[in-house]
């Protein structure tokens, strides 16, 4: 996001966090860092980079004004560790995080995306050895699209599938139970789905 | 499979369903019809196309002798359509349908496969536009071999991946719900996933 040009925010629960200040120190000024809530009044548009089991907390440390009305790129997954690997999800099938954000924060516009592949591959699909697929889910017509020119400008997705409302988010949800399992078969997270027809 | 030179008996509730009969006039001295508990007594091979409601039921009408030992190539999916459309999953995440099977029927080497792709597709993998994937999931390695083996040689499925034992069937039927929403998106069943590295 930063080498696009932007001005990018680090949250955690404390401002002061050891990783978000290494991440400073080498990003210069466009890099800053500080308390969840006040990456959610810095930012114009957010990302729920959190682990699926405290983004709800995380979202509620902000003051619900810094969130109305903003686009909240949701990548999250409610995997649940607590029992090891592979982890299971805390919900799906009737219902998903990316829903439950939405519930809980009717003022944000929820676009669930980017949860279906790893980290490296979000930012830089076309490093991978032909085209894959990225899936949008989201209420929001307008902020879907201006995901998606994120997407597809800024990261290089050619490949981007909107899939309706955001109650489509528990379709790529449960994507993560496969995509973890290929993940342990193949040793590699640098893959993803392509759909051919 | 009759084309594969294959005797092959369906099975319904009960023998003479109209179906059944209208199949086998089309299909010749290779093509029969009876109960369930026929066919499993007819059978080297048995393959479960029952609807996932259905099918611990289907198989409990088979006497148990004729289950032991033999291979089930598991394609159904456990799906619940009580609700509308889309159909949510009676069972996910902690246990599976190809597990439910296989607990309730220790002998039967049960295989998990084909279940995320339209049946046209099974048969003939070939006929989209480039290579797609087709999983494996089972306790037996020599079952999973001889699976693949119908796969590779009967249908030209070249992209096979064991996912490994029938716990991973978990992995494969949640993916139903991201194919259902895809069939709505592109108005077609005639896709499938890839697997891009």
């Given at each position: 996001?930063?080498?696009?040009?932007?001005?990018?925010?680090?949250?955690?629960?404390?401002?002061?966090?050891?990783?978000?200040?290494?991440?400073?120190?080498?990003?210069?000024?466009?890099?800053?860092?500080?308390?969840?809530?006040?990456?959610?009044?810095?930012?114009?548009?957010?990302?729920?980079?959190?682990?699926?089991?405290?983004?709800?907390?995380?979202?509620?440390?902000?003051?619900?004004?810094?969130?109305?009305?903003?686009?909240?790129?949701?990548?999250?997954?409610?995997?649940?560790?607590?029992?090891?690997?592979?982890?299971?999800?805390?919900?799906?099938?009737?219902?998903?995080?990316?829903?439950?954000?939405?519930?809980?924060?009717?003022?944000?516009?929820?676009?669930?995306?980017?949860?279906?592949v790893n980290?490296a591959i979000m930012v830089n699909p076309g490093q991978l050895s032909a085209?894959s697929?990225?899936?949008?889910?989201?209420?929001?017509?307008?902020?879907?699209?201006?995901?998606?020119?994120?997407?597809?400008?800024?990261f290089g997705?050619?490949?981007?599938?909107?899939?309706?409302?955001?109650?489509?988010?528990?379709?790529?949800?449960?994507?993560?139970?496969?995509?973890?399992?290929?993940?342990?078969?193949?040793?590699t997270?640098l893959f993803n789905?392509?759909?051919?027809?």
């Open positions: 996001l930063i080498q696009l040009g932007h001005q990018v925010k680090m949250g955690s629960r404390k401002a002061g966090h050891e990783k978000a200040l290494t991440w400073v120190a080498k990003n210069g000024a466009a890099a800053s860092q500080g308390t969840f809530a006040e990456c959610a009044h810095f930012g114009e548009m957010l990302i729920n980079c959190t682990a699926g089991g405290g983004s709800i907390d995380a979202l509620k440390s902000a003051d619900l004004n810094d969130l109305n009305s903003k686009i909240l790129i949701d990548i999250a997954n409610p995997l649940d560790f607590s029992h090891g690997m592979p982890p299971t999800l805390s919900v799906c099938n009737t219902d998903s995080l990316g829903e439950q954000i939405q519930r809980t924060f009717p003022g944000l516009k929820v676009v669930k995306s980017l949860n279906t980290a085209e697929v990225i899936f949008l889910s989201g209420n929001d017509a307008a902020a879907k699209a201006t995901v998606a020119e994120l997407l597809r400008s800024g997705w050619t490949a981007i599938v909107d899939l309706g409302d955001i109650s489509t988010a528990r379709v790529t949800e449960m994507l993560l139970p496969i995509w973890i399992r290929l993940m342990l078969v193949q040793g997270p789905f392509a759909i051919i027809r």
